[in-house]
């Protein structure tokens, strides 16, 4: 009896054992379950948030595209047009006059000349449909141009590689990024040289525009970014996230800027 006993608390404790362990593992599976699920969901979210960024971004900057290829045709259409008249006009006044009111009139027609030269370099600059149609690299050497003209920069722009065109979408946001970082080079960097290299590998394109100026802290420029109401190192990396490239920033006080832009190529366009 005493061994039967003894028999059977062993078989109840083993039994209670076993049933705590198949409980623990169940209730281990189930809390492994829930925060594996959990996780998705949390990935889920993150991910639905993330395409719900892109998109307003990818929004906001196809509206500003159009504004501003709205604006370059206005230009064109409109002001263009009143400066040839102007110029027309003048011409004109300055057949009919003579002595010093003659000089003048030749002086004004010169500066309208000027003014409609901005003035198409300026629809160039805005012009989707221009710039999709003359590709990426010859409308940065047009702004190249045009930015050392009139801000006074020495610019030296190389190229490596066997030329190939990106895609048109992304050759527009290109460019758009470039031009805010020359807007901020221009407002910020006083400075005097601007060095711009553009390296065509097989498989990734790399842009770099590089400048001689103050150079700044980055991450402090980003956090008060919000309280300057200063928008252009965020517009340049939120560009740089559309067309999924890597941009890299090397700089600090008194040493200059040097940005980097990387973007992998499975399927360039060649150039024609």
Not at 216 to 228: C, G, I, P, R, T
Request: neutral net charge.
């Amino acid at each position: 009896m005493p061994n039967s006993a003894a028999e059977i608390i062993s078989l109840t404790i083993a039994i209670t054992t076993i049933f705590l362990l198949l409980v623990g593992a169940i209730a281990v599976r189930y809390v492994f379950l829930y925060q594996k699920k959990r996780f998705r969901h949390q990935q889920e979210v993150a991910e639905i948030r993330e395409s719900f960024a892109h998109t307003l971004i990818k929004s906001k900057l196809d509206i500003q595209e159009q504004t501003l290829d709205h604006v370059a045709k206005e230009l064109h259409a409109n002001i263009g047009q009143l400066a040839s008249y102007i110029q027309i006009g003048i011409e004109e006044l300055s057949i009919k006059t003579t002595g010093s009111n003659k000089e003048s009139a030749l002086e004004l027609t010169g500066l309208t000349g000027k003014l409609m030269s901005e003035l198409k370099a300026i629809n160039a600059s805005l012009n989707t449909d221009h710039i999709m149609h003359i590709g990426f690299v010859n409308a940065l050497n047009n702004e190249l141009a045009w930015f050392g003209k009139n801000k006074n920069y020495k610019i030296t722009f190389t190229k490596t590689g066997q030329e190939y065109r990106l895609k048109p979408e992304h050759e527009i946001i290109l460019f758009r990024l470039c031009q805010e970082v020359l807007n901020n080079i221009a407002k910020y960097a006083e400075a005097q040289k601007l060095t711009i290299t553009i390296d065509y590998s097989p498989g990734t394109f790399i842009l770099e525009i590089a400048d001689d100026g103050k150079g700044f802290n980055v991450q402090e420029a980003l956090d008060q970014s919000s309280e300057k109401e200063s928008t252009g190192l965020l517009n340049i990396q939120k560009r740089a996230r559309l067309i999924n490239a890597d941009i890299n920033i090397v700089t600090s006080p008194g040493n200059g800027t040097k940005f980097t832009i990387e973007i992998l190529q499975d399927n360039p366009y060649k150039q024609q």
